[in-house]
């Protein structure tokens, strides 16, 4: 059981970057996924998060600039970040929900130069 994470970067303030996790070794789908992030010296904290039934929650921070979504694909997920900023730098992690367990990834890494 593992979530993998990719698409993190180094990326000029203004622009945008994708985030993917794909979950694999679940006998059934995750019936919730999304990311968190945890800046250095800071909480981990929810960025943005896809309940089942397909309900969104977001970061007050990110509303309107990000994008979360689920792949076509079994418990993938995805992160469209655009008009990212200083305060945006961060490790990203994918997180997955089922039944009573939660899952995470190892994290990636997100900078956003000023």
């Known amino acids: 059981v593992q979530l993998v994470e990719s698409g993190g970067g180094l990326v000029q303030s203004g622009g945008s970057l994708r985030l993917s996790c794909a979950a694999s070794?679940?006998?059934?789908?995750?019936?919730?996924m999304g990311w968190y992030r945890q800046a250095p010296g800071k909480q981990r904290e929810l960025v943005a998060v896809?309940?089942?039934?397909?309900?969104?929650t977001y970061a007050d921070s990110v509303k309107g600039r990000f994008t979360v979504s689920r792949g076509n694909a079994r418990n993938t997920v995805y992160l469209q970040m655009n008009s990212l900023n200083a305060e945006d730098t961060a490790v990203y992690y994918c997180w997955g929900r089922i039944f009573a367990g939660t899952y995470w990834g190892q994290g990636t890494q997100v900078t956003v130069s000023s």
């Open positions: 070794g679940f006998a059934f789908a995750l019936d919730s």
């Open positions: 896809l309940s089942s039934g397909n309900t969104s």
